[in-house]
């Protein structure tokens, strides 16, 4: 969910919004010492896109978060039983400047303890520089995939239980490898997803020994992919790999390359695997293989068990919401304290091993191994593991095409 | 032997797909070409015009997939092509006395009439999502190649392939048909002739008892036609997707300008050279090379002019350096 338009806005208005930070740091600081103290619930900040592009997918993202916020609540286990609250605040998931305005009313004067957010890349970025850097305020978002956000100046405040994109170049990398193909010719959508991806491939497959023959664009919805393919076949290589969308230039780029004898097979990321593609291209495409994000944890099936009828805990990041929010009120509970200037040490420890293992549903049960002195592995919904900077290590499906149909080969 | 596999090299990358790609551009920007002769503008509905047509033809052939309807080693679609054409005809005939007739009537400037045809672009192409929707759609059947790359190689021994797919095949040749008989009917019919004459000099056309109204209706159903045809060859080719029918129309008046608008002969000659031009300025002679040369002397780099993100602006530079220098096109146009 990357938004470059939004970052531009942002720019334009990084002094107005200096300005306002000024006032909204000295507010902070005046409001921490009492959200310290203890007194009334303790309340985390979810900030998704309520309204905008992806609204359809908040409606179960924000119910996912705050389930785990009930949970705890519920439990009366956190920090000698304090209650808490979630505070919903709209990202608008592409207008940085109202995204950044929210972020500072969550800070300020809700007095939120941590923020389960943003969600799109773009205001995600805006709200870590703009309001909680300067605040000292954690965010764990559970949708921003961009990889820039890898490399932003976060203080160490900022996780994500959503995966880079970079790490599906490295995943990429090594099933290609493990097939034992050495030299690929590589194309992507000429986008921010998929220059990104091809980039991170094309890094990772050269560093484990590969060759990249030749690493170029292609427009979508264009109407003829015949340079392309011949510039590609060219270059030559073992297979193609193509970071390109299904049902767009990805496509004509395959059907191209298998008309001239170009290439026999293909390698697939996310954006080219869906049923629409072996049906397209029929038995040709047999034998090309790819990955996309899918776990076959235990921790996903159980969350959509007990969220039952309410919402669907299956809808893209609806289960990295749930984890993030948990992610939170853990590491609260193993740094004994709301303050995110000490809490935010924890949140690798809580995530990663070694532990008890934690399955949606057992927070209470975290909480209480972690008042006790003892260690967990928050495994969850989405199966975190945090590498890195804070982001999830990120679980993918490996598939390949069998009878001219999508077919799960293992999960990594 | 390597000079035989350098050849087919280039005949399998380069030369069918422009070839077949050029067929279609030519078609395309007959039509457009036709209207700015005759009709005095650049219309801008043409691609939305095409994706109507090519969407008749597509619901058609599924309904004749349907009934068990095929046409052998052909694709079906070719069977449902002329029905296609008279549902296209009937469409823009409606849209010129809806919409063109009036700004015609009124001798609006051809600018009014340029715009007239950019909402009749969206109109026509929201049509078009609405009743098809915005996806993918196949409809080609019959034998997809009348020579595939692997057989190639082993008929001949040779270590390149070269592939021919039958909708190749069939936009080749019916651009060549259609260019024969458009040529037989603007030369020697008697209406041909009043339309010429119509498009060279309007009042004295009308003062020598040449009907406008019946001028003006061939011309559209000419268009109509073609634009189904490039339509359905395109889709034969490629695939149905309305949105890049939208996509064509830079490509199709890149061709008729280059050629010289209103120049039918132009739309053709610009139709492949813009077609080989994209395809050879971006393609890497690497391998080519790699045959004709002595093996110390193979070449290591890509040996690529542009990268092929560059095909589009290579078409371009070629048109506006042609206008730099020709003005009215290569094939003396109407200069624009």
Redesign the interface.
């Known amino acids: 969910m990357e938004n470059p338009a939004a970052l531009l806005v942002f720019q334009r208005e990084t002094f107005m919004k200096k300005l306002l930070l000024a006032t909204a740091a000295s507010v902070a600081l005046l409001a921490s010492p009492v959200l310290g103290a203890g007194h009334g619930p303790v309340k985390i900040g979810v900030f998704l896109g309520f309204t905008g592009p992806i609204e359809s997918l908040v409606a179960n993202m924000a119910p996912g978060a705050e389930l785990a916020i009930k949970e705890v609540s519920e439990s009366g286990k956190l920090l000698g039983g304090k209650a808490v609250e979630a505070v919903r605040a709209d990202t608008t998931c592409v207008d940085a400047a109202a995204a950044t305005t929210a972020m500072e009313t969550l800070v300020t004067s809700e007095g939120v303890a941590g923020v389960v957010g943003g969600d799109c890349s773009g205001v995600t970025g805006a709200a870590l520089t703009n309001v909680a850097v300067p605040n000292g305020m954690v965010m764990i978002s559970p949708s921003a995939t961009s990889p820039g956000l890898s490399t932003a100046e976060d203080n160490g405040l900022f996780f994500r239980t959503a995966p880079s994109d970079a790490r599906q170049g490295v995943v990429m990398s090594d099933i290609i490898m493990e097939r034992g193909f050495k030299s690929v010719a590589l194309t992507y959508t000429?986008n921010d997803y998929g220059k990104g991806l091809a980039d991170a491939f094309a890094t990772a497959y050269t560093a484990a020994g590969g060759t990249v023959t030749?690493n170029?664009?292609?427009?979508d919805?264009?109407?003829?992919y015949?340079?392309?393919?011949?510039?590609l076949?060219?270059?030559?290589g073992d297979v193609l790999v193509v970071a390109g969308y299904l049902?767009q230039g990805g496509?004509?780029i395959i059907?191209?390359a298998l008309?001239?004898?170009?290439f026999d097979t293909f390698v697939l990321p996310d954006g080219m695997v869906g049923d629409?593609l072996p049906k397209?291209i029929g038995s040709d495409l047999n034998g090309s293989f790819g990955q996309a994000p899918g776990t076959d944890s235990p921790g996903a099936g159980k969350l959509v068990e007990m969220v039952g009828d309410a919402f669907d805990a299956s809808s893209p990041f609806a289960a990295e919401s749930y984890d993030a929010a948990a992610l939170i009120m853990l590491a609260m509970q193993a740094a004994e304290s709301t303050d995110p200037a000490a809490y935010k040490d924890k949140v690798f420890d809580v995530a990663n091993a070694p532990g008890e293992k934690i399955l949606p549903g057992e927070l209470g049960k975290a909480l209480e191994i972690l008042a006790n002195g003892g260690e967990i592995d928050y495994v969850g919904a989405s199966n975190v593991e945090l590498i890195g900077p804070g982001e999830s290590a990120g679980n993918y499906r490996e598939i390949e095409i069998k009878d001219e149909a999508l077919s799960t080969v293992g999960y990594r | 032997m390597d000079i035989l596999n350098a050849l087919v090299l280039f005949s399998?990358?380069?030369v069918v797909?422009?070839l077949a790609?050029g067929a279609q551009l030519a078609l395309g920007a007959l039509g457009v070409t036709l209207i700015y002769g005759i009709l005095r503008f650049s219309n801008f509905a043409h691609g939305a015009t095409m994706a109507f047509g090519t969407m008749c033809c597509v619901l058609i052939t599924w309904w004749f997939q349907s009934l068990g309807i095929s046409f052998g080693f052909l694709p079906t679609a070719l069977l449902a092509l002329p029905f296609a054409i008279v549902l296209c005809v009937v469409f823009v005939l409606l849209t010129d006395s809806a919409v063109y007739k009036f700004y015609r009537n009124a001798k609006s400037s051809p600018v009014i009439l340029v715009i007239a045809s950019v909402g009749m672009m969206f109109v026509t192409g929201g049509l078009v999502r609405f009743i098809i929707g915005p996806?993918?759609q196949?409809f080609n059947d019959g034998a997809r190649?009348i020579i595939?790359?692997?057989e190639f190689k082993e008929m001949t021994g040779l270590n390149e392939?070269l592939?021919i797919?039958t909708s190749q095949g069939i936009a080749l040749f019916a651009a060549v048909a259609v260019v024969i008989a458009l040529f037989w009917f603007l030369n020697k019919t008697r209406t041909g002739k009043s339309m010429r004459a119509y498009s060279d000099n309007e009042d004295l056309a009308l003062l020598s008892g040449i009907n406008p109204e019946r001028v003006v209706r061939v011309t559209w159903i000419l268009a109509a036609a073609l634009a189904t045809l490039a339509g359905v060859l395109?889709g034969l080719d490629?695939?149905f997707?309305p949105?890049?029918y939208d996509?064509?129309l830079l490509?199709f008046f890149a061709a008729a300008i280059l050629g010289g608008l209103g120049n039918p002969f132009g739309a053709i000659g610009g139709g492949f050279i813009v077609?080989f031009s994209?395809?050879m300025m971006?393609?890497?002679?690497?391998?080519?090379f790699a045959y004709l040369l002595p093996e110390d002397m193979a070449p290591t780099e890509?040996l690529?002019l542009f990268?092929?993100?560059y095909?589009f602006a290579v078409s371009f530079l070629i048109l506006v350096i042609v206008l730099i220098f020709m003005p009215t096109g290569l094939f003396k146009g109407k200069s624009v």
């Open positions: 000429n030749i170029t664009a292609h427009e919805g264009k109407a003829d015949a340079a392309e393919v011949g510039a076949a060219a270059a030559g049902d496509k004509g059907q191209g008309d001239t004898g170009a629409a397209a | 399998n990358f380069v797909p422009a790609y996806d993918d196949q190649f595939k790359a692997r392939g592939a797919k395109y490629k695939s997707r949105f890049t996509q064509l490509p077609a994209e395809i971006t393609y890497a002679y690497k391998k080519f890509l690529q990268a092929t993100n095909k």
